[in-house]
């Protein structure tokens, strides 16, 4: 990759392709094409992936967001072609297109245009105060993972902050809020996609703050529940995320958040995106030629999965 290639709903820093190599080790450019060529050769030898022609940008990526460990990129792409298997309740028949109604009456999600100075990507998650009789709180990791294949084509980034802004969250929301189905989502997203989480930002003047925050740490790692930052008003926030890079509706000098929506739904639910959805869930396993052993000591007592797998 020679350039980040422009996108509807991204910018991007000045020199942010070479700066977010340079942070993970790959300022010599020969090395990185090494690694994507050693990577792209795992896959191919690997009985077990039905799927094996990906683009090398989208290895690199993967490179990227594991920091450039590629024993680890490796294990973490094994698992998501795995949990397309395991767990197709998140990650099978995505359809931004028709599927998510439901969510986009409870909740908007959208991305910041810019990313933080130290590169990382910023998602927004807003209750609307409304509800809906078919919403599922798996619907919104369902989305979540549209946006974050999203980011596997079109991004370059360290990771992403999410900012949860639950002020007009209703009581039954909150009843939906299932600690298993956070922790299996979370899991998927950076045990699988190898999304690195560097905060999770709250606003705390809620009548159900408490209860939010108790219900999702109860799904998080320790390492995660250090991340999350509590804010009383958008100028803590700021210290965060500048100014200048937030939604007009927070004080900010962006597009509103109706715009920002809007603009990231049209995007994923473009041809070109919603056949790449189509690509990833072809990338699922056939474990009739895998190791049975291989794959009862990686994947027994993980969520959704079996404790161990027999062939006839």
């Known amino acids: 990759m020679d350039v980040i290639k422009p996108s509807p709903v991204l910018k991007f820093n000045e020199n942010q392709l070479q700066t977010v190599r340079k942070t993970l080790g790959y300022e010599d450019i020969n090395r990185l094409k090494q690694d994507i060529q050693q990577f792209d050769d795992w896959i191919q030898k690997q009985s077990h992936f039905r799927t094996k022609n990906f683009d090398p940008e989208f290895l690199e990526r993967l490179l990227i967001y594991n920091k450039g460990h590629i024993e680890r990129a490796k294990k973490k ?67 979540l993972f549209v946006i974050i294949y999203y980011f596997l084509t079109h991004d370059y980034c360290q990771g992403f902050e999410i900012v949860s802004d639950i002020r007009k969250i209703t009581a039954k929301t909150i009843t939906m809020i299932n600690p298993m189905v956070l922790h299996k989502g979370l899991m998927l997203l950076t045990d699988c996609l190898g999304q690195r989480i560097k905060k999770i930002h709250f606003f705390n003047n809620s009548k159900f703050f408490e209860a939010v925050l108790f219900l999702t740490k109860q799904a998080l790692s320790a390492k995660l529940k250090e991340r999350i930052v509590v804010h009383s008003d958008y100028e803590g926030l700021y210290n965060h995320i500048p100014k200048e890079h937030v939604p007009k509706d927070y004080g900010g000098d962006a597009l509103s958040v109706k715009e920002l929506t809007d603009n990231l739904r049209k995007e994923l639910s473009s041809d070109e995106h919603i056949a790449y959805l189509k690509f990833m869930e072809q990338a699922a396993t056939d474990e009739s030629c895998r190791l049975p052993c291989a794959f009862n000591e990686e994947y027994s007592g993980m969520p959704g999965s079996f404790k161990s797998l027999t062939v006839d």
């Open 77 to 143: 792409f094994d698992k998501l072609c795995t949990c397309l298997n395991l767990m197709p309740d998140y990650l099978i028949g995505l359809d931004p297109k028709h599927e998510f109604i439901p969510l986009f009456e409870v909740f908007e999600s959208f991305l910041l245009p810019m990313p933080t100075d130290e590169n990382y990507r910023v998602v927004f998650i807003v209750a609307t105060g409304r509800e809906h009789e078919d919403y599922q709180l798996i619907h919104f990791y369902r989305y």
